[in-house]
């Protein structure tokens, strides 16, 4: 393992009909949205397993009981765990500090960043290894795709208009207010709409 003192989390939701990618649903439909889910989850859970680069802790919502999760752990060499929290401010807030008990890093990502790499997140992990207490990587819709931690900062993660175009910049203000020292990377796509989704498919055939 090249990271032994890292964990990255990936915040998955179990892929049920209607609860997942719902603004896919009106152009793909409930199947597609739902087996796109589970394709996702399996496809980050390769990729960071497959790289050797640090521990893997699903996140799993609402609970760890969905087939999907219980085979996850079957396949691969992961640790699951139940997010906790009334919103995703407070989810990953409450992961990093769990995971910041046991590892001197912690990187959170979700599952809809497909061309989000191994060496994306290396560079985040050298970016904490170097002495930044943060790392970013924004996503080109205006949040971000990863967030790299040496300590959870709960001023990160609370009161930010999660889901929208501002998470980005509303965290930078929050950076500088703090005095944070932190690292950006280069943006990167996610699959929120079905110009996303086009693109995904093109990117796996």
């Given at each position: 393992m090249r990271y032994d003192?890292?964990?990255?989390?990936?915040?998955?939701?179990?892929?049920?009909?209607?609860?997942?990618?719902?603004?896919?649903?009106?152009?793909?439909?409930?199947?597609?949205?739902?087996?796109?889910?589970?394709?996702?989850i399996h496809d980050r859970l390769k990729m960071l397993t497959a790289s050797g680069l640090c521990h893997?802790?699903?996140?799993?919502?609402?609970?760890?009981?969905?087939?999907?999760?219980?085979?996850?752990k079957q396949s691969y060499p992961i640790e699951?765990?139940?997010?906790?929290?009334?919103?995703?401010?407070?989810r990953m807030f409450n992961?990093?500090?769990?995971?910041?008990?046991?590892?001197?890093?912690?990187?959170?990502?979700?599952?809809?960043?497909?061309a989000l790499d191994a060496e994306r997140?290396?560079?985040?992990?050298?970016?904490?290894?170097?002495?930044?207490?943060?790392?970013?990587v924004p996503a080109e819709d205006g949040g971000y795709v990863l967030a790299g931690l040496s300590e959870a900062r709960d001023e990160l993660f609370r009161d930010i208009s999660w889901g929208s175009a501002k998470v980005m910049q509303q965290t930078r203000s929050r950076l500088e207010e703090?005095?944070?020292?932190?690292?950006?990377?280069?943006?990167?796509?996610?699959?929120?709409?079905i110009e996303d989704y086009r693109r995904y498919l093109q990117e796996i055939s």
């Open positions: 003192d890292t964990i990255v989390l990936l915040f998955a939701k179990a892929p049920v009909a209607g609860q997942v990618n719902t603004r896919l649903i009106p152009d793909i439909g409930e199947q597609a949205a739902t087996q796109l889910q589970h394709d996702l893997v802790r699903l996140m799993c919502a609402p609970d760890e009981q969905h087939e999907c999760f219980r085979s996850c699951l765990s139940v997010q906790q929290g009334e919103d995703l401010g407070e992961g990093a500090s769990k995971a910041l008990h046991d590892h001197r890093y912690c990187i959170i990502i979700g599952t809809d960043a497909p997140i290396a560079q985040a992990i050298e970016g904490l290894r170097s002495g930044k207490q943060a790392v970013f703090h005095a944070i020292a932190f690292l950006e990377l280069e943006s990167c796509w996610d699959v929120d709409v």
